[in-house]
């Protein structure tokens, strides 16, 4: 709405009765055109149009944006976009921590399990014989064995994956 707003805006000074304003208009047309509208894009690339029209027009300059009235628009423009990116990065750090601190944490919390079950599991087995153990280890073992199968043939699709 803002970039319609300012782009309505340089349009309307395209057909001022000045000269010099239709001339300064015409510039900043040039330079909103140049960008085409980004609404209906994928945020990364309607972001990154706003972030080089708004270098465009920083360039272009405060005392010509004046002239024609577009100083507001683009100073709101730069504000909204200020807040996106800092919404964006606040949002992607926090995901980040999040997911890699839950994997992580899960991780070390399942390997304690394992290594408690298994000193357990040894030291009954010491002191009270094998015998009565066994069929419980060779179901801990089968399930390892098929633990492991899962996570290398995981580990081998994302290898192909990146390999191309």
């Given at each position: 709405?803002?970039?319609?707003?300012?782009?309505?805006q340089t349009k309307?000074?395209?057909?001022?009765?000045?000269?010099?304003?239709?001339?300064?208009?015409?510039?900043?047309?040039?330079?909103?055109?140049?960008?085409?509208?980004?609404?209906?894009?994928?945020?990364?690339?309607?972001?990154?149009?706003?972030?080089?029209?708004?270098?465009?027009?920083?360039?272009?300059?405060?005392?010509?944006?004046?002239?024609?009235y577009i100083d507001?628009?683009?100073?709101?423009?730069?504000?909204?976009?200020?807040?996106?990116?800092?919404?964006?990065?606040?949002?992607?750090?926090?995901?980040?921590?999040?997911?890699?601190?839950?994997?992580?944490?899960?991780?070390?919390?399942?390997?304690?399990?394992?290594?408690?079950?298994?000193?357990?599991?040894?030291?009954?087995?010491?002191?009270?014989?094998?015998?009565?153990?066994?069929?419980?280890?060779?179901?801990?073992?089968?399930?390892?064995?098929?633990?492991?199968?899962?996570?290398?043939?995981?580990?081998?699709?994302?290898?192909?994956?990146?390999?191309?």
């Amino acid at each position: 709405m803002l970039r319609s707003g300012l782009n309505a805006q340089t349009k309307v000074m395209l057909g001022h009765p000045i000269e010099a304003l239709r001339t300064v208009a015409a510039e900043a047309a040039a330079l909103i055109a140049k960008y085409g509208n980004p609404t209906g894009m994928a945020y990364n690339e309607e972001y990154g149009r706003l972030y080089n029209l708004l270098q465009d027009l920083a360039a272009f300059g405060a005392e010509k944006q004046k002239q024609i009235y577009i100083d507001a628009w683009v100073t709101e423009l730069q504000t909204r976009y200020d807040e996106f990116m800092s919404a964006t990065a606040a949002r992607d750090a926090e995901a980040a921590t999040r997911v890699t601190g839950i994997v992580k944490q899960t991780r070390t919390e399942a390997d304690d399990a394992f290594r408690a079950l298994a000193e357990r599991v040894n030291a009954l087995a010491l002191l009270n014989g094998e015998e009565e153990y066994v069929t419980f280890i060779d179901h801990v073992n089968v399930i390892i064995d098929q633990a492991s199968a899962v996570l290398a043939s995981r580990d081998t699709r994302a290898e192909k994956k990146r390999n191309g």
